[in-house]
């Protein structure tokens, strides 16, 4: 056996989750020296970025873009604020936004405004000859964070050695290393989003009868029982216990692993704030994230990816109510583009993903100047080894529609 009791730790991103939790009113964009005063890490920029107001920060982002025409494509994922995502050129959801990458055959530079991982992932999905940058490396995610490489290859090692090769398929939510996608695409396994995981957990049957799902348990969980997988035939793999806290006939007989991640965003949810949305307004519909935990989603109308949210908001009637149960910097954006609607946020406390919040207005400018004076800021790299069955995972997930 690999695994063995070590320390219960929470990644630093998840301590500093709660760092920008305010009122609505103080989520107004601010120059980033005022920002950097919030405790997390940031990532340190040279100075004569940090006083900038709003406004002259609009103009050096506009007069680079510019400048650098087609040579560059801006990529944001939904969560970015509003100050930056007006700047993008495609965004959406981590399953629309991989598709997006993989098909940017003009630009030289391709600059995603989301988090590690996305970047990561579209550096294995985009052509050799461009390059990805990321304008703040502090922008991580706590929920990746939660499956450290070598904690995910333990548990490997120890299934493979209870269960025996070719016994297990692997399953990694996009939200993870470039490693592990890698050791999924070496042993068989693929990647999936919120918006495919059904269809990826019909994919992963047709080919074995157990799966390791890494790492958030919440997504793996709703996507089973939507699959018609029992909770008793569903096992939670804890990386701090030797074989992850089971037994060996537990490992036998569950048919999905769950690694113990979750999202810190999307478990502020809970049951009672949809009862007291619906002792508020009777009519409301609730949607929820399936990163949420699994009583939430139950208790939801609907459920679905950040691009099924918006979908599904945008086409409803006009004057129906929506409960949602997502990132604030989405729901805001969705109520902005919906003034017929009544949206609100299920969470009352204004708490944005404090690491998709580190891509400040300032890093774009920085990265997008650099690249205007010959200077590549933040390139994202992967090497090759990785590349390889990183690159076959998750074509084997752009496959499946
Ligand atoms: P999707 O983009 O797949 O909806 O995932 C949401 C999320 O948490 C991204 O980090
Ligand atoms: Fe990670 Fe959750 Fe933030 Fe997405 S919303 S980047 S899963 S912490």
């Not at 499956?147 to 090769?165: C, F, R």
């Not at 704030?273 to 939801?300: G, S």
Request: charged share 25%.
């Amino acid at each position: 056996m690999v695994t063995n009791t070590k320390r219960h730790s929470a990644p630093l991103t998840e301590i500093e989750h709660l760092a920008f939790c305010t009122t609505e009113d103080q989520l107004k964009p601010k120059p980033l020296e005022e920002e950097l005063k919030v405790n997390v890490r940031w990532q340190n920029i040279p100075d004569e970025y940090l006083d900038l107001s709003m406004d002259q920060l609009d103009e050096r982002i506009l007069r680079a873009r510019q400048d650098l025409g087609t040579a560059v494509t801006i990529l944001g994922h939904y969560y970015q604020r509003e100050e930056v995502i007006k700047y993008v050129d495609f965004q959406g959801d981590s399953f629309k936004l991989s598709q997006q990458a993989a098909a940017q055959h003009e630009a030289d530079y391709i600059v995603f405004c989301g988090v590690h991982f996305m970047a990561e992932t579209a550096c294995i999905l985009c052509k050799p000859n461009q390059q990805v940058i990321l304008p703040n490396m502090a922008a991580g995610c706590s929920m990746a964070d939660m499956a450290p490489t070598d904690d995910v290859i333990d548990a490997w090692d120890d299934l493979m050695e209870v269960l025996g090769e070719g016994s297990v398929i692997p399953i990694t939510y996009m939200n993870s290393t470039a490693d592990i996608k890698a050791l999924c695409g070496k042993n068989g396994g693929i990647v999936c989003t919120s918006s495919n995981a059904s269809a990826v957990f019909e994919w992963a049957f047709e080919r074995g009868d157990k799966v390791l799902f890494i790492p958030d348990q919440h997504l793996g969980r709703n996507t089973g029982l939507e699959y018609g997988i029992g909770l008793d035939e569903m096992a939670l793999w804890n990386p701090f216990k030797p074989l992850g806290g089971l037994t060996i006939d537990r490992i036998n007989k569950a048919r999905v692993l769950l690694w113990r991640g979750h999202c810190s965003v999307h478990t502020r949810f809970t049951v009672g704030q949809i009862t007291k949305a619906r002792e508020r307004h009777p009519d409301v519909n609730v949607i929820v994230h399936p990163e949420c935990v699994m009583d939430v989603v139950d208790a939801a109308d609907f459920k679905g990816s950040t691009e099924v949210i918006r979908k599904t908001i945008n086409n409803a009637p006009s004057g129906t109510k929506w409960g949602v149960g997502t990132e604030i910097s989405l729901v805001n954006r969705i109520a902005k583009d919906n003034p017929d609607k009544f949206i609100f946020c299920l969470d009352p406390v204004v708490c944005p993903c404090s690491t998709m919040y580190r891509i400040h207005p300032a890093y774009l400018a920085w990265v997008l100047e650099g690249l205007t004076d010959g200077k590549v800021v933040n390139r994202i790299t992967v090497d090759q080894d990785t590349h390889t069955y990183a690159s076959i995972a998750l074509e084997r997930m752009l496959q499946i529609q």
